[in-house]
């Protein structure tokens, strides 16, 4: 069992509908709560769906992440490493299937999860709301749909053997609307795979005591805040089977040993750069399996950037 990361002694219960929980921090006008119902942390108010879905098909990849696909390529070599350890266990988790095995990514981005699939002979369909994201997708011949996974989207696609979410929960107004469906798009006895920031961790509370404020709290964007445990918490009551977790490098070391990227961004890519020097140092030694024992012992302290769990749908589901 992982300990608890916030006591909760005096904060004040906020409510709203049927959201209710202590207050943590309240940051641009929202509330950020321990909601009790919900079993995640997650801001108040909540914006609803239309206005998502107009920030997210239009102006999200121009206006938050304008250099985003240009970054994203000079990682490329560097984020095969996570997509493929991926890829290595659910092809171990799923030995048993006849081949291919197909995957659906949702919230696929600019198509790099995918593309790293169709190399090791995956069936691989994605759903992207950016219309600049998809496009790129497309452009790298991905099956790519440029819409938002909703009940409409979801009734249409084939279940897969696994289904991916990567980034996706922190964005969404209702997670848990959003995993239902991506359960009914899974396969029984498929794979589904969540990722999201690993936040409130115990590095980062660290930094916190020690002044710094709570940098990873960026509403409207991320609405939700999510850890292992409540990751994993919430996977669990929707009747999946947690068999592993994940993790990428805990970034809140350099914070912790003085070199203070927030809101310094020559700082930041300096910082960026030795963790994937890190990361690709190992691989370079024919140690990956090192690397990889590594970032699992971090996730089962709960520690690391992300929050990385791998569920399995029971074989006689519903
Ligand atoms: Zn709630």
């Known amino acids: 069992m992982r300990a608890a990361t916030a006591a909760r002694t005096r904060e004040p219960i906020v409510r709203d509908g049927e959201h209710h929980g202590p207050l943590l921090d309240e940051v641009k006008g929202y509330k950020i709560i321990d909601c009790e119902p919900c079993g995640f942390r997650h801001v108040l108010p909540l914006p609803k769906p239309d206005a998502l879905k107009a920030a997210y098909s239009q102006a999200y990849y121009r206006d938050e992440k304008p250099n985003y696909l240009a970054r994203a390529r000079d990682d490329a070599d560097w984020s095969k490493l996570a997509w493929?350890?991926?890829?290595?266990?659910?092809?171990?988790?799923l030995a048993g299937e006849r081949k291919p095995l197909h995957v659906l990514d949702i919230g696929c981005g600019p198509g790099w999860f995918l593309s790293a699939a169709v190399a090791r002979g995956w069936q691989a369909r994605g759903?992207?709301?950016?219309?600049?994201a998809a496009a790129h997708a497309q452009s790298l011949g991905l099956n790519v749909a440029n819409v938002m996974f909703d009940e409409t989207t979801a009734a249409c696609v084939q279940p897969a053997h696994v289904v991916h979410l990567n980034n996706m929960l922190e964005h969404v107004a209702d997670p848990i609307a959003l995993l239902q469906l991506a359960i009914g798009a899974t396969r029984p006895g498929g794979i589904v795979c969540v990722g999201v920031p690993n936040d409130y961790n115990g590095f980062q509370q660290a930094?916190?005591?020690?002044?710094?404020?709570p940098w990873w709290l960026v509403p409207p964007h991320h609405l939700n805040y999510l850890n292992f445990t409540s990751l994993e918490d919430l996977l669990g009551r929707l009747d999946l089977e947690i068999v592993d977790?994940?993790?990428?490098?805990?970034?809140?070391?350099?914070l912790l040993m003085g070199e203070n990227y927030v809101g310094n961004d020559t700082v930041g890519k300096d910082c960026h750069a030795?963790?994937?020097r890190f990361d690709l140092s190992l691989e370079k030694a024919g140690m990956g399996d090192t690397r990889r024992k590594f970032y699992r012992a971090l996730a089962n302290a709960g520690l690391g950037r992300e929050a990385i769990v791998i569920a399995r749908k029971p074989k006689f589901a519903r």
């Open 84 to 93: 493929n350890d991926r890829l290595t266990l659910f092809e171990e988790l």
């Open 207 to 213: 930094v916190r005591r020690n002044g710094e404020e």
């Open 127 to 132: 759903i992207e709301p950016s219309e600049q």
């Open 274 to 276: 030795r963790r994937k």
């Open 245 to 254: 977790t994940m993790t990428s490098f805990p970034m809140e070391l350099f």
